[in-house]
């Protein structure tokens, strides 16, 4: 079956702008969490939902950041007043919400990059 | 806290060559899952293996085969007769159970396969 999907692939914008960026899950997957890829780095948690709700949205880096997932498949996540330090990779991921023994699923992420 | 190191940031080879990829963990839980994901140059997250906290057999699949031990908190990643296809950044992941269900992710170790 299909991947998990992100759009856009691509997003330049400028400082101080609006973004958003969706994902797509997994057909039939309840979990889909954000994270965040830094250049060199390893992936970063931002936030967990597990159907509507978000469960866990530790990894938020600030307020200027917020995701949603209103009928618990498809998710936003919306970045307000961007600034360069935002510019990275932001990557979905879902699973079925078994706990923590389950497989998370990656899709391609959106490369983000505030000028 | 969790965390996960791998302290090789890059490992280059000529194909053919059997080479190992550490990954150390810390964790105060007793329950916890130990994944390693490929990353290729395309970007996307491949899962490659996921393993529990209870379960100490190595496993092997093919080329590859991973070593879990507890006593030293290492859940290390062997490619044998290493080929070109195997280029990538390679990183361990762990997830706890008092972590809810992120993954935190090591920094990554770039391998380069040479012909």
Known sequence: GAGVSQTPSNKVTEKGKYVELRCDPISGHTALYWYRQSLGQGPEFLIYFQGTGAADDSGLPNDRFFAVRPEGSVSTLKIQRTERGDSAVYLCASSFGRGIADTQYFGPGTRLTVL | ?115
């Not at chain 2, 053919?16 to 140059?41: G, H, N, S």
């Open chain 2, 1 to 115: 806290a969790q965390k996960v190191t791998q302290a090789q940031t890059e490992i280059s080879v000529v194909e053919k060559e059997d080479v190992t990829l550490d990954c150390v963990y810390e964790t105060r839980d007793t329950t916890y899952y130990l994944f390693w994901y490929k990353q290729p140059p395309s970007g996307e997250l491949v899962f490659l293996i996921r393993r529990n906290s209870f379960d100490e057999q190595n496993e092997i699949s093919g080329r590859y085969s991973w070593n879990f031990q507890k006593s030293t908190s290492s859940f290390n990643f062997t490619i044998t007769a290493s080929q070109v296809v195997d280029s990538a950044v390679y990183f361990c992941a762990l997830s706890e159970k008092r972590g809810a269900q992120k993954l935190v992710f090591g920094q990554g170790t770039r391998l380069t396969i040479n012909p």
